[in-house]
């Protein structure tokens, strides 16, 4: 199972989040990440590579895409932030 490392920004973003709904599938994809870290799609704007590097994947959390990054060697999640689906391109 692979550990989840967050990185300071996202404390700051999950706090924009107002939805029990959203906190609770949150909660669940990052529970996902522990056990499937490849699940997300490396399909990521260029917008977001920019700003995170080139290997980082997303999972939706509707209406945000959580980014992060998975270091197989060290089995560690890095999660990067909350982003605004609108917000990406």
């Not at 989840?4 to 989040?17: M, Y």
């Amino acid at each position: 199972m692979a550990r989840l490392r967050f990185a300071e920004r996202v404390a700051d973003d999950a706090a924009t989040i107002w939805s029990p709904r959203v906190e609770a599938y949150l909660r669940r994809v990052l529970a996902m990440l522990e056990a499937f870290p490849e699940a997300g799609s490396p399909n990521v704007p260029e917008s977001i590579r920019r700003e995170f590097g080139p290997n980082v994947r997303k999972c939706a959390v509707n209406p945000y895409d959580l980014v992060y990054e998975y270091d197989a060697e060290k089995e560690e999640v890095r999660v990067y932030a909350l982003i605004n689906q609108r917000m990406a391109t």
